[in-house]
């Protein structure tokens, strides 16, 4: 055997090691299922770790394996046997991200909140692991687009109703929810349409693995140009370094943050502030304004009712 061919073969054995362990990852804690890409960029976590490398540190690194490369190795798990959790592809023109409803009059209550997904594969992921009973919310893709009419109506029929908007740190992803908010201008108007995120600095923050697109030639032109052009279509908010980021080709997909770390922050993100639990001393507060057979307010009180 050549020298490329044994190097090959080390390089295979790295990355079987790699993708196995990446399964266990990607499915702590408490079975969590998960996507190929989610499996692809976990492997690449455990290839090239950043968790020494403090938050502080603006980072989005490169993959350090090829997805074709990861592929091959995934095949190869999958001929000597199943990897748990691990979700089919979505089919090729698949639609319709939700179940649908058995009982038809579930439609005439109002919809306090939905999410809707960038990415059908997320949005299938997020339904293998019951975020949309969990959180009480319908979860679609954006391909999904226009919604039924009777989950728009839904909408309509609750004060500060919000759709989610669930999307890649890119151009294309950050401008979703601005066509969100177009799609359901005329069929749900009082619905308040937020991005969940990501966005560069979320990117940035949690180093992400991010993928470069070929962007402008070299120049302090044609980079100011693109940032000009960036600004034109993309939402103010956005900081300055994180146009410049994007107008580098920069991107970073959601499947790209750890699987139960998306699941955790969708769940917070979607349900809102949660209220206090009730405790012993709530209770008893309670109590003295239950109306029938109140509190007692004290001895007097209870005197004076007793010469009634």
């Known amino acids: 055997m050549t020298a490329d061919g044994l190097v090959d073969r080390a390089v295979d054995a790295v990355l079987d090691r790699a993708v196995l362990a990446a399964v266990g990852r990607a499915g702590a804690p408490g079975r969590i ?4 890409r989610q499996l692809y960029y976990e492997t690449c976590r455990v290839l090239r770790p950043v968790r020494a490398v403090p938050r502080r540190v603006p980072l989005t690194p490169a993959p350090p394996v090829r997805y ?6 995934l095949r190869r798990q999958q001929a000597r046997g199943t990897l748990p959790g691990l979700l089919p592809p979505v089919p ?5 991200s939700a179940p649908p409803s058995a009982e038809p009059d579930l439609h005439d209550y109002g919809l306090p909140r939905l999410l809707v997904c960038e990415s059908r594969s997320v949005a299938r992921m997020l339904l293998a692991n019951d975020v949309h009973l969990e959180a009480a919310c ?3 893709a954006a391909d999904d687009l ?3 009419p009777r989950m728009t109506a839904g909408l309509g029929r609750v004060e500060d109703a919000t759709v989610h908007v669930l999307h890649d740190a890119s151009v294309a992803g950050i401008a979703l929810t601005a066509r969100v908010r177009a799609a359901l201008r005329d069929t749900a108007p009082g619905a308040r349409v937020a991005s969940m995120g990501l966005v560069p600095r979320h990117a940035v923050a949690l180093h992400l693995t991010s993928r470069h697109e070929a962007g402008p030639a070299s120049g302090q032109g044609d980079m100011a140009d693109r940032d000009g052009r960036l600004r034109s279509v993309l939402p103010s908010a956005l900081e300055a370094r994180e146009l410049e980021w994007l107008a580098r080709g920069r991107s970073a997909e959601v499947e790209s943050v750890p699987p139960a770390r998306l699941l955790r922050t969708v769940l917070r993100l979607v349900r809102g502030p949660r209220t206090a639990g009730p405790s012993v001393w709530t209770g008893l507060r309670e109590l003295r304004t239950t109306g029938f057979m109140t509190w007692p ?3 007097a009180r209870r005197h004076e009712d007793t010469r009634r």
């Open 138 to 140: 319908p979860v679609f």
């Open 68 to 73: 074709e490369r990861f592929e091959e190795a």
């Open 33 to 36: 299922r998960f996507t190929e």
């Open 297 to 299: 307010a004290g001895p």
């Open 146 to 148: 226009p919604l039924d």
């Open 92 to 96: 090729a023109g698949a639609r319709r």
